[in-house]
Antibody, heavy 116, light 109 residues
Framework: QVQLQESGPGLVKPSETLSLTCSVS????????WSWIRQPPGKGLEWIGY???????DYNPSLRSRVTISGDTPKSQFSLSLSSVDAADTAVYYC??????????WGQGILVTVSS | EIVLTQSPGTLSLSPGERATLSCRAS???????LAWYQQKPGQAPRLLIY???SRAPGISDKFSGSGSGTDFTLTISRLEPEDFAVYYC??????????FGQGTKLEIK
């Protein structure tokens, strides 16, 4: 089973860029879709975007102007960059693996707080 | 955007009972593109059902999914203490490609 682990700063200042990395083990990044999903405290799930095994990407239109997802296949990592953050971006951020329909495997999540 | 509405918001049942959770889509979606997840406090969601009715690997047969078009159901037979959690439906389709319902909290009565 593929295992995923998020890493990055837990605190980001308003207007700055949130950067997270997901490390993948037990599987190759040359298959599957690799997504970021977030969950504000006490709220539901929001898909942010994905990086496909072929190198393509797609993003939630509500975040598209601020989001970049990139990958480093030899290192088995993919990353999230979210610019110009504000308090509404405070959430637990999950990385996940799946096919194009669903999310089969999830990381444990990392809480990122946006605050000065 | 396809909106998924889950009902009820909270469901209070006793161990041993049967739970029926609903997910209604704002427009028709393919059965192939409807999934269900379970999330316990402090944990990541776990895939239970995909393709509306197929169980994910390792998922107990007490979990079953059904439905088509705009109405989908997750049924949990013989509730056990570890089943009390929040359940989300999720669809793949039009932009944004993935949306989730707001969740149903299944709590012990």
């Amino acid at each position: 089973q593929v295992q995923l682990q998020e890493s990055g700063p837990g605190l980001v200042k308003p207007s700055e860029t949130l950067s997270l990395t997901c490390s993948v083990s037990g599987g190759s990044m040359t298959t599957s879709y690799w997504s970021w999903i977030r969950q504000p405290p006490g709220k539901g799930l929001e898909w942010i975007g994905y990086l496909s095994y072929g190198g393509g990407s797609d993003y939630n239109p509500s975040l598209r102007s601020r989001v970049t997802i990139s990958g480093d296949t030899p290192k088995s990592q993919f990353s999230l960059s979210l610019s110009s953050v504000d308090a509404a971006d405070t959430a637990v951020y999950y990385c996940a693996r799946g096919d194009f329909r669903k999310f089969d495997d999830w990381g444990q999540g990392i809480l990122v707080t946006v605050s000065s | 955007e396809i909106v998924l509405t889950q009902s009820p918001g909270t469901l209070s049942l006793s161990p041993g009972e049967r739970a029926t959770l609903s997910c209604r889509a704002s427009q028709s979606i393919s059965r192939a593109y409807l999934a269900w997840y379970q999330q316990k406090p402090g944990q990541a969601p776990r895939l239970l059902i995909y393709g509306a009715s197929s169980r994910a690997p390792g998922i107990s047969d007490k979990f079953s999914g059904s439905g088509s078009g705009t109405d989908f159901t997750l049924t949990i037979s013989r509730l056990e203490p570890e089943d009390f959690a929040v359940y989300y439906c999720q669809q793949y389709g039009s932009s944004p490609q993935y949306t989730f319902g707001q969740g149903t909290k299944l709590e012990i009565k």
